[in-house]
């Protein structure tokens, strides 16, 4: 009932940049917390960073000074701004949001498909 699409994802060098987006469709009431997650191969998912419907933030210390998570309530969006790009952050990235289906009764949880990111030389 809720389909998250990402965009955003590809191959940068050591030290680039990229900016991730994603976007939330559906039977939306509200939206509360969005988040990337990143799952490298052989690893577990794991949190990247997060935001609330008020702004607040949450971040993985691997990523803290480097990564700035956005949102767009208007748009149901989420951005993810990655600078300083590390081979370690090679990974899928997941895009996750939770909130109130239509009605306000229900409530929801979904994933987006990933998209991947290659850091690499």
């Known amino acids: 009932q809720v389909q998250l699409v990402e965009s955003g994802g590809g191959l940068v060098q050591p030290g680039g940049s990229l900016r991730l987006s994603c976007a939330a469709s559906?039977?939306?009431?509200?939206?509360?917390?969005m988040g990337w997650y990143r799952q490298a191969p052989g690893k577990e998912r794991e949190l990247v960073a997060a935001?609330?419907?008020?702004?607040?933030?949450n971040y993985a210390d691997s990523v803290k000074g480097r990564f700035t998570i956005s949102r767009d309530n208007a748009k149901n969006t989420v951005y993810l701004q990655m600078n300083s790009l590390k081979p370690e952050d090679t990974a899928v990235y997941y895009c996750?949001?939770?909130?109130?289906?239509?009605?306000?009764?229900?409530?929801?949880?979904?994933w987006g498909q990933g998209t991947q990111v290659t850091v690499s030389s």
């Open positions: 559906g039977s939306i009431f509200s939206i509360n917390a």
């Open positions: 935001i609330t419907s008020g702004g607040s933030t």
């Open positions: 996750n949001a939770d909130g109130l289906l239509v009605g306000g009764l229900s409530d929801f949880g979904s």
